[in-house]
């Protein structure tokens, strides 16, 4: 257990549906990032919270959203979901705003869009 | 804007014996990070070694080192003594010192130990 918390494992969900992905940062940790890993993309960066503020944003749709609260779980939420969102999603999570240990990683949840 | 390469989709090797993953980066920035994952069946991304770029001498933890060559962007992986469980997929990822603390990642190069 890397302490890193994300729910639900699996989601199969149909198109046009939105989503709520949650993650729970390990104990401590006040950054949390949010990748998305597909078979023709990687591992691409979505978005980065720190302390409950946005702090920097990659290759993340319109259609996708985040939010850190102020318990520091994070959700990603996915809007008008097509089948090339099919992926696992990982949040990772940090001590600091950066951090040059590197993240701990969620063990990530499996969407499947039909 | 970083980059990373890993020209190596598939790798296998006998338990026991060493194995070389490849890695290759671009950078424009003077304080960066490398690091290896690894991303076992399981799926879990689990970081396997990291390395400062401003450190010359180059990181080892237990049967795995790197050979970080800075002027050529080269950051190899070295599994000594291979043992099954290290059997997974690997990622090379860097990450910038500055503000932006995203991690870039690699392809992967997806390792079978074989008995």
């Known amino acids: 257990d890397s302490g890193v918390t994300q729910t639900p494992k699996h989601l199969i969900t149909a198109t046009g549906q939105r989503v709520t992905l949650r993650c729970s940062p390990r104990?401590?940790?006040?950054?949390v990032y949010w990748y998305q890993q597909s078979l023709d993309q990687g591992l691409q960066f979505l978005i980065q919270?720190?302390?409950?503020?946005?702090?920097a944003k990659g290759n993340i749709l319109e259609r996708f959203s985040a939010q850190q609260f102020p318990d520091l779980h994070s959700e990603l939420n996915l809007s008008s979901l097509e089948l090339g969102d099919s992926a696992l999603y990982f949040c990772?999570?940090?001590?600091?705003?950066?951090?040059?240990?590197?993240?701990?990683f969620g063990s990530g949840t499996r969407l499947t869009v039909v | 804007a970083q980059t990373v390469t890993q020209s190596q989709p598939e790798m296998s090797v006998q338990e026991a014996e060493t194995v070389t993953l490849s890695c290759t980066y671009d950078t424009s920035e003077s304080n960066y990070y490398l690091f290896w994952y690894k991303q076992p069946p399981s799926r879990q991304m689990i970081l396997v070694i990291r390395q400062e770029a401003y450190k010359q001498q180059n990181a080892t933890e237990n049967r795995f080192s790197v050979n970080f060559q800075k002027a050529a962007k080269s950051f190899s992986l070295k599994i000594s003594d291979s043992q099954l469980g290290d059997t997974a997929m690997y990622f090379c990822a860097s990450q910038d010192g500055g503000s932006n603390y995203k991690l870039t990642f690699g392809k992967g190069t997806l390792l079978t130990v074989n008995p």
């Open positions: 919270y720190y302390n409950g503020e946005e702090r």
């Open positions: 990772a999570s940090s001590v600091t705003m950066g951090h040059s240990y590197g993240y701990t």
């Open positions: 104990s401590g940790d006040l950054s």
